[in-house]
């Protein structure tokens, strides 16, 4: 089993900056891939970016030059730093992990984002 633990959500107006982090435990693995999805109210679940242990990166169109996902190994934890923030990124975003074996999901974090 696989627990993730997210936090740093909140309210933010347009334009600012909030950082996601995601602290990662159990059967991690050596490979894996961590990544953040978003859910708005009425819309389906959208990945928003990902990153392999190898450092490999993919984004979804909406967030590129604007959000940057990392990863710090030795905490096994995952960051989502949010910078230019929309109205539209208004989700309720979830950690996420793959391990090869199976996929986790956090609680998820909701951020709000104001006009």
């Known amino acids: 089993q696989v627990q993730l633990v997210e936090s740093g959500g909140g309210l933010v107006q347009a334009g600012g900056s909030l950082r996601l982090s995601c602290a990662a435990s159990g059967s991690i693995f050596s490979r894996n891939t961590m990544g953040w999805y978003r859910q708005a109210p009425g819309k389906q679940r959208d990945l928003v970016a990902t990153i392999t242990t190898s450092g490999r990166t993919t984004y979804a169109d909406s967030v590129k030059g604007r959000f940057t996902i990392s990863r710090d190994g030795a905490k096994n934890t995952v960051y989502l730093q949010m910078n230019s923030l929309k109205p539209e990124d208004t989700a309720v975003y979830y950690c996420?992990?793959?391990?090869?074996?199976?996929?986790?999901w956090g609680q998820g974090t909701q951020v709000t984002v104001s006009s």
């Open positions: 996420a992990l793959n391990n090869l074996v199976n996929n986790y």
